[in-house]
């Protein structure tokens, strides 16, 4: 008895039908063409991709939220980049090939319906700014365009060369000696279409500034990861081509779509177009873009609109009745957000003392501001989006310059203490009234009737009695795996991601147990925990997570190192933050934000500064903050993580190679990571805040139906939207596993062959399969699936 217990034991751990999980793929392989290969020997009958070529396409932030009439003021430059890989897929058991200008080939990309901005669409190089300093805005190439970018800079290209000997009169800055082609992006890039850049192994588009520290010049900024093609920084709008009418004055909510559809095509690099059964190897992406919604509170009846009237306020109630008094085709919408930016731009100057209104016209036709010009938020506010790490910006004109707190912080701070706007739950609905809301359905962009909305037209929450989650719109809500009910097992969850699946997903309002998901809001994420995860860690090994880290130990362990062992605080404070009478976790989160460290600082005998890693024994600790006016924020140390609450080796990569972007043992952020060899992990799971699979309620409801589109391109099945299979590139075996695993333990195991992929990191991908399965076993692959199944 005992001899045939053991003998079915060890069948089941070869066949792969050990385990508390199903092996089998969550979809069918009806979409992909049955073959007869042979491996080893041995004929089995297989499934050849849908294509001979692949296409993946994403872009690296997941939402870009930004204006389009900078008239007054700009918070954040238009930059939404198109980034791709491809491959040539291993048809009939080859194996696939990823595609690179060795391979003689290029990629065309363009936005469908959407070939320019300027104009209708927005008014940004026609808005005067004094870009070289020279105290007037009448000199060639004196725009908004061209000033917001004048901190970076290049020697000789975008490869990150420095001469031998430079000095800064040999830099060439962006938007001075560099000027920027109207619709294109910063590194030149038109809107209307291209061929892309690829970026090689150390990255690409790699751009310098200076650091806040004197001696400290020449940072690199790699703007595009390895191995990426990339159209880098488009000015890209919400609004499609062929639904724009008339001058920008009469844009309306209904006008935006957020998803625009990016283009992707193959060439080959003499200008010739490549075709798969006679069409041009073509994908599709999504590129979302949206603005933030400052006119909802800031004007009409909203509640700083109020409470400015109640303070004094006038000018920006003249600003409304000037658009409305002589243009008759202004919008309603339009003239809400001119009225908007005044607001902002007279509550700023009473509360900070600044000038920015000083030669403001209400009768003016043009450049309402005067000789001030548009205001620039990051003239002051160091901000690491831009890549503007001092404070004040050394090339900024205008308007009398202060250093002033990171931007994100100012901003998030502000809001969170003057309209906390908790749910019903205590979570803050801020992020989403504040952070992009539109819907790519026209009915739906209507604040008044849209019940999903999370606030009305004037800025007043509908969710403060209810949960936020069952609301809708914007760049997370209603759209995100995260937040999608219909998500299944495996989650591949750490003990943290557990505590967050039953503490928070599985939980109404209340804090009541409920059976279905509601999932996660934006604080679960951007929190004191994921900061103090960051702090703790010193890893040796970061896929195996060896070395220091809380990220595999117990949630008991880890409320002890993050809250002394108090969960309550741990809970409300830390990981679900809470506003109540007491206490306000998310004002805290800015207010009180305490950076991590970046280097350490070591004078060596001879007097001569010396910047060491982070982790070194000696000299004395740099914070984020000394180094740049933006702190840590949007950079790795502050960022969320997906080892956060996934279990390894379901993570990112090491830090490092992205300096000071990310930094060396500690995770890089997400849009730099790579598994499965050279694959970029957004390739298979699309962008931050969009991951497959999307949220789909059908046609009319769905927030985001671009995305949902987007995954069905690789669907083995034509339903299946969850992250790409390896049927996308590979031939594959009737389990859904690659058949250049036939023979090992893992050919009849979906899902330990999806941790198998995630274990292999750049240079695996030369192993021999051998080789390959004698570094990440079976049976540790197996282990993990089943410990990290939901």
Known sequence: MKKAISFALVCGIISGSYGGYPEEPPFSLKNLKPVKIEVGGKEIQAYSPQHQYTIFINYELGMHCVGFDMSYCCVIPPYNSIQAQAFKCGTDGKLPQMLTPDDKFRLYYYVKDNSYSEGNKMRYWQIPKDV?????????????????????????????????????????????????????????????????????????????????????????????????????????????????????????????????????????????????????????????????????????????????????????????????????????????????????????????????????????????????????????????????????????????????????????????????????????QNCQACHPTHWQSEEMNDFATNPFQIIDEE????????????????????????????????????????????????????????????????????????????????????????????????????????????????????????????????????????????????????????????????????????????SDWWLSASEPHCADCHIAPFVESEGGRYFPIDQPRKYSLYRYSKAHGLIACQTCHESPHGLYPVRYEGEERTVDLTTHRQALQFSPDGKYTGPVTCAACHTVNSKGVPVQLTGTPYENDYWASVVLIHFMREGDQKLSIEELIKKYPYKKSREIVEKGWD
Request: glycine share 8%.
């Open 132 to 428: 070289n300093q020279d105290s007037d805005m009448n000199d060639p190439g004196d725009n908004l365009a061209n000033y917001v970018w004048t901190h970076l800079f290049i020697y000789k290209d975008l490869e990150g060369t420095i001469p031998e000997n430079w000095s800064e009169d040999n830099r060439l800055r962006i938007g001075r000696e560099i000027q920027i082609p109207v619709d294109a992006g910063p590194s030149g890039k038109p809107l209307s279409g291209g061929f892309m850049e690829f970026a090689g192994r150390k990255g690409g588009n790699i751009v310098f500034t200076d650091s806040q520290i004197p001696q400290v010049k020449n940072v690199p900024l790699v703007l595009t990861a390895s191995y990426i093609w990339d159209a880098l920084g488009l000015p890209l709008t919400a609004f499609n081509d062929s639904r724009r009418k008339g001058t920008i004055r009469s844009i309306t909510n209904k006008d935006f779509q957020p998803y625009q559809v990016s283009v992707v095509e193959l060439y080959r690099d003499d200008g010739r177009p490549v075709y798969d059964n006679g069409k041009i190897v073509s994908f599709f992406g999504t590129n979302p873009v949206d603005i933030p919604n400052c006119y909802t509170c800031h004007s009409g009846e909203g509640i700083a609109a109020r409470l400015s009237r109640n303070k004094g306020l006038k000018l920006f109630d003249k600003e409304y009745s000037y658009w409305k008094k002589n243009y008759p085709d202004i919008s309603e919408f339009m003239a809400r957000q001119a009225q908007a930016s005044i607001n902002i731009l007279e509550l700023h100057d009473r509360k900070y003392k600044t000038d920015f209104l000083r030669e403001y016209n209400p009768e003016a036709p043009t450049n309402r501001l005067g000789s001030v010009g548009a205001v620039y938020c990051a003239d002051c506010h160091g901000d690491n989006i831009s890549g503007n790490l001092q404070s004040p910006r050394p090339t900024a004109s205008g308007y009398k310059l202060v250093k002033a707190k990171p931007l994100t912080e100012a901003i998030h701070a502000r809001h969170a203490i003057a309209v906390p706007m908790p749910d019903g739950a205590g979570r803050t």
């Open 459 to 630: 800025g007043n929450p509908r969710f403060s009695e209810k949960d936020q989650r069952i609301a809708g719109g914007g760049c997370y809500l209603r759209r995100d795996a995260h937040t999608n009910p219909d998500v299944k097992p495996p989650f591949f969850l750490n003990s943290i991601g557990k505590w967050f699946l039953e503490n928070v997903s599985k939980r109404d309002e209340k804090g009541r147990k409920i059976k279905e998901i509601r999932g996660l809001t934006c604080t679960n994420c951007h929190n004191f925990l994921t900061q103090e995860l960051y702090r703790y860690d010193n890893l040796e090994d970061p896929v195996l997570q060896k070395g220091k880290t809380l990220r595999n130990k117990s949630i008991q362990e880890v409320i002890k190192a993050v809250a002394g062992g108090d969960e309550n605080r741990f809970r409300d404070y830390f990981a679900d933050p809470k506003i109540t009478k007491d206490q306000n976790p998310v004002y805290d989160f800015y207010k009180k934000h305490r950076p991590a460290v970046i280097v350490k600082a070591h004078t060596d005998k001879d007097g001569n500064l010396e910047l060491l890693p982070w982790f070194s024994e000696k000299g004395k600790p740099v914070s984020y903050r000394d180094a740049s006016a933006g």
